[in-house]
């Protein structure tokens, strides 16, 4: 497979550093071959063929659920290289969408891949499954609210007097369906999922999801990170079978809070997003588009905190 793209180098480069940053701007000719299938807020999918996909993450960064203007340096690849580590770590609880497909396969351009290949993955285009299965550990949120008004979060009855940010009795597994763009996820019972798509079906997601999540605490305790609830995608392949997509235990994904701060009975802060938001908070803006802009050293502290997080869950225990 190639991809014909016949601009100049810093031509390539600068395109592609402008519209990866800018949502409304991204037109699909990033790669002339491939056309966009998808804008997300953070990344961008590409069809490769009928059975493939180009996902790649960009450095945007949303606050509010508001894309900001400034991107974060480095946010893209490490988000692409946080899912790749737990997509092989995990790989024995459930299948995944990895292809196997370098990037360099099918972008032969020199600039162009400089530019995608630490920030993408190949994958296998797979018939999304209709819910977002969320794994909670610790109670904050949504959870929190539903907790104070029902004692239970998700139908899932809960001991009373706990505190906000509280270690869960048990892991819980609180699936939402997957909402329209701009609207917000609903959360949905067990037995709704199971009658929609089937009760082995809905079992299976819950089990691994609940096991992958697991292990990634298990992996990030003692390295700083408590991973408090996060998100996953599953799909199916064209013979059937369950497999784990998008993106996998990401700080995007997920609830990453630093350890030592962590307090039960507050709301602790955000491992990655907390300097962007704590200035956003000082700032007169209503938390509509457009965002505002970020100053440099905010932008370095939070550029700074997702390597610091890459490298404390990638990096081999002291
Ligand atoms: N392997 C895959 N096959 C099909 N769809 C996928 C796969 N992996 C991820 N997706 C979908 O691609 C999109 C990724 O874009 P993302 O930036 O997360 O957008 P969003 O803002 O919609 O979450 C999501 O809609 C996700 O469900
Ligand atoms: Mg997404």
Known sequence: MTASVSQSKTHIKEHIVTNLFKPSAYSADLVTRYPLIHQGKVRDSFAIDDEHMLIVASDRLSAFDVVLPDPIPGKGEILTRISNFWFERTADIVANHLSGIEVAEVIDDPALLEVLQHRSVVVKRLKPLPLEAIVRGYIIGSGWKDYLENSAICGILLPPGLKQAERLPEIIFTPSNKAAAGQHDVNIDFESIAAQIGQDLAEKIRDVSIKVYRHAVAHA??????????????????????????????????????????????????????????????????????????????????????????????????
């Open 221 to 318: 305790a003692g390295r700083g990170i408590i991973i408090a609830d996060t998100k996953f995608e599953f799909g199916l392949d064209e013979r059937g079978n369950l497999r784990l997509m998008d993106e996998v235990l990401t700080p995007d994904s997920s609830r990453f809070w630093p350890e030592e701060s962590y307090l039960p009975g507050t709301s602790p802060p955000s491992y990655d997003k907390q300097y962007v938001r704590d200035y956003l908070e000082t700032l007169d803006w209503d938390k509509h588009p457009p965002g505002p802009k970020l100053p440099a050293d905010i932008i370095e502290a939070t550029a700074a905190k997702y390597r610091e997080a890459c490298d404390r869950l990638t990096s081999p225990p002291v």
